[in-house]
């Protein structure tokens, strides 16, 4: 069997021509072991692929998050052309990307206080964009969360995000430096709670669609971030931040290779671990998932190596907050 054909034949596909090349390969490489035809070989990894990244966004989502941020950001004449450049990676359709992306339910209280956007960010996409008055800082923070809630992960926190990030930034200060792995849509959130002056933000996928939608999203605001394609198992980031987080990822790596978290945490250069695990499954069932998680990370990160600052049970999340000891 011809791993090559395979690999091939896989990125042919429009559904994953935008995945890392080094997820695809690896994929292949573990699954040819397996199966004794080149179809059931690909066929598995397509399966695959869903699973890790599929199941959480599609690429039309992508395309609505670009419709909604162009319509924040004004007429693609107004900007330095970092949005014509992302959008030219999209397939060719025959959408308006300005005019016609369609809000997911409005089942997140979008009508609560405190959804604006934070003052910062809106000053600044204000005076580099020339926005209409009628752009509030509200509706610009709707605007921001209907993002958050095209990415399944992001979609399903929606409800008690405030709190969360409130909480993570009670324990690790507002401003820190955040290096964001798997970080989906994650990184949305900053227009909303972060100042502009932050240390730097990196934030990695695997999805290349999604991190040229992050840096222009980084661009267009001013947000110190940087979003890079790289697949954590294959490479571990070299950049020292006060702060990882691994929201809901932890699962799906451990999926592939068992005992990897305890490698990350020994390599990544960061004094705390933010981490969060699902405790629903996609479709809402409760399944024991907390009481595995927890268990996973008492056995992993054992309080001689780190010390629990924070842990908490939200709707659908558990979030442990960890400080390697010196
Ligand atoms: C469960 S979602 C979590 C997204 C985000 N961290 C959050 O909680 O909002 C998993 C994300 O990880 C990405 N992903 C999956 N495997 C990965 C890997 N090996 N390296 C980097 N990213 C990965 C997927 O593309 C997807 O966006």
Same mark, same amino acid.
């Given at each position: 069997m011809n791993a090559e054909t395979c690999i091939s034949a896989i990125k042919a596909s429009k559904k994953h021509n935008f995945i890392c090349d080094e997820t695809i390969a690896g994929l292949v490489e573990r699954e040819i072991a397996k199966y004794k035809s080149e179809k059931d070989v690909i066929k598995s990894v397509k399966t695959k692929l869903h699973q890790i990244t599929g199941a959480f966004i599609d690429e039309s989502d992508i395309k609505k998050a670009y419709g909604i941020l162009q319509k924040i950001c004004g007429n693609l004449e107004n900007t330095d052309g970092n949005l014509q450049k992302a959008c030219s990676n999209?397939?060719?359709? %025959? %959408?308006? /990307? $300005? &005019? &016609?992306?369609s809000l997911p339910q409005n089942a997140y209280g979008f009508s609560q206080k405190g959804y604006d956007i934070h003052q910062n960010t809106y000053d600044i996409l204000q005076s580099s964009h020339d926005l209409s008055e009628a752009t509030d800082r509200q509706s610009m923070g709707e605007d921001i969360r209907s993002i958050l809630s095209l990415h399944a992960s992001t979609r399903e926190r929606m409800d008690f995000m405030e709190e969360m990030f409130k909480d993570i930034f009670t324990v690790t200060g507002r401003n820190c430096s955040i290096l964001d792995i798997a970080c989906g849509f994650n990184p949305f959130f900053l227009a909303l709670y972060s100042e502009s002056d932050r240390e730097k933000y990196y934030a990695s996928d695997i999805n290349v669609k999604l991190i040229d939608l992050l840096n222009y999203f980084f661009s267009v605001s001013n947000i110190n971030g940087h979003a890079f394609a790289s697949d954590i198992l294959y490479k571990i980031p070299d950049v020292q931040v !006060? &702060?990882? *987080?691994? *929201?809901?990822?932890?699962?799906? /790596?451990? !999926? $592939?290779q068992k005992g990897y978290s305890k490698v990350l945490a020994r390599r990544l250069k960061s004094e705390f671990f933010t981490i969060t695990f699902p405790t629903r499954s996609l479709s809402g069932k409760n399944v024991g998932m907390y009481r595995f998680y927890n268990e996973l990370m008492h056995n992993y990160f054992t309080g001689d190596e780190f010390e629990y600052c924070l842990q908490k049970e939200y709707f659908n999340e558990a979030l442990y907050i960890i400080r390697r000891r010196k």
């Open positions: 999209l397939e060719s359709t %025959d %959408d308006n /990307l $300005q &005019n &016609n992306y !006060q &702060n990882v *987080f691994l *929201f809901k990822i932890i699962p799906l /790596l451990e !999926q $592939q």
